[in-house]
């Protein structure tokens, strides 16, 4: 039987972004079923660039739609000012050595068919509706999260 | 036999709490036991707001009693400049949802008889004594926490 | 057999440091094996601070080698401005209660043989070289990381 990992992405930051999809990659590669419920910042990893919604959106859900970066590679780091190391830096010595960057880690998670889920109740309060969220993003409640995870061998609070 | 989660509360961010407090209370709902470790900033999640002892305080002890949020609605946001969104925004936004706040969740693990413990190790550096945490709370060490860690099915560091 | 523990070490906090070296030396001392993965920041606690090496490092690497902390006690808390506690009130805390630095607890980790290992791509992305680092720090794999975390009782990501 195939061993499991579950993955609560409720960072938001590229640095976090970056290793837990790094780790789900290389579980799925291992055979080990690996799904990712996105919550709170989190969700930011899964919008969908191309698709916002300003219908049925309150000011408040406007304001933090257009507030927060769209796209994954303008999400800032977990330590902005480390040491004064800043996110074009870390983004530079990965390209040195030829990384891939968060957006082609999340596509390869996406095209092996990692579970992903987005929490019911984050999106309810930041507004985000289920045609904002990618195609392969299933919105699920905590007692969702919490069976999956009961059944998994390794879970992760990221 | 009932399944357990146990969760160590590590950060005294509002989010971060509101995360962790949701998942304990879904997951008692579901007849799975849960445990909270409060260490470090989580610390400030146990409190008692209404009992806070001068006596036998150092000089530090006491400058951190005071200048750390006494009450649970006062905590920060782990982003509280993240993208602007200030944490006025999201109760805003959550009293838009008519979500429950934070006191609400910490009085509804309370009330389902949630496990809730404070590390000693933590207490002692902080200078937090017994009667300054909430009624339910009990000083537990780290062997304790690994003991119960060890029996759960899910272990999150939050 | 033993039980396991598994901790993914992300963060260089030095409040998490902490936390996670109390855990995996008391872990240690009930008989639990332990394992710290050491990826991103949290390489910055296995440097080894007499011995850098300019050499074959890009102009990145060595910025960031000279920009981020040598020692471990120079480490920033994961709230520097926390209600305005200072990393300095924490260790003048500390030093009250005679409780033991990082530093301390790292040793003592080193000494009772926990096992120690280093993310090969977060090595390579920040230019750290086998020899930069602690002597009993070994250079895995994300695999490696995932193989031990699948048998270990308790794994927590810091």
């Known amino acids: 039987m195939n061993k499991k990992m579950n993955i609560l992405m409720f960072s938001g930051d590229y640095d976090k972004a970056l290793t837990a999809l790094i780790l789900a990659?290389?579980?799925k590669?291992?055979?080990?079923?690996?799904?990712?419920?996105?919550a709170f910042w989190g969700l930011?990893?899964?919008?969908n660039p191309n698709s916002m919604s300003e219908e049925d959106k309150t000011a408040y859900e406007k304001m933090?739609?257009?507030m927060t970066p769209r796209y994954l590679e303008d999400l800032p780091l977990s330590k902005m000012n480390f040491a004064g190391m800043g996110k074009k830096m870390?983004?530079?010595?990965?390209?040195?050595?030829?990384?891939?960057?968060?957006?082609?880690?999340?596509?390869?998670?996406?095209e092996k068919g990692i579970r992903m889920q987005a929490c019911k109740l984050s999106c309810e309060i930041?507004?985000?509706?289920q045609n904002e969220l990618l195609d392969n993003v299933e919105i699920v409640t905590a007692e969702d999260y919490l069976k999956d995870a009961l059944e998994s061998n390794i879970q992760l609070f990221i």
Chains 1, 2, 3 share one sequence.
């Open 126 to 129: 930041m507004g985000f509706k």
């Open 25 to 27: 990659n290389t579980a």
């Open 64 to 66: 933090f739609a257009n």
């Open 90 to 110: 870390l983004k530079e010595m990965m390209e040195d050595k030829e990384a891939p960057t968060l957006t082609d880690f999340l596509n390869g998670a996406i």
């Open 44 to 47: 930011l990893l899964v919008r």
């Open 29 to 38: 590669e291992m055979d080990i079923e690996v799904t990712i419920f996105f």
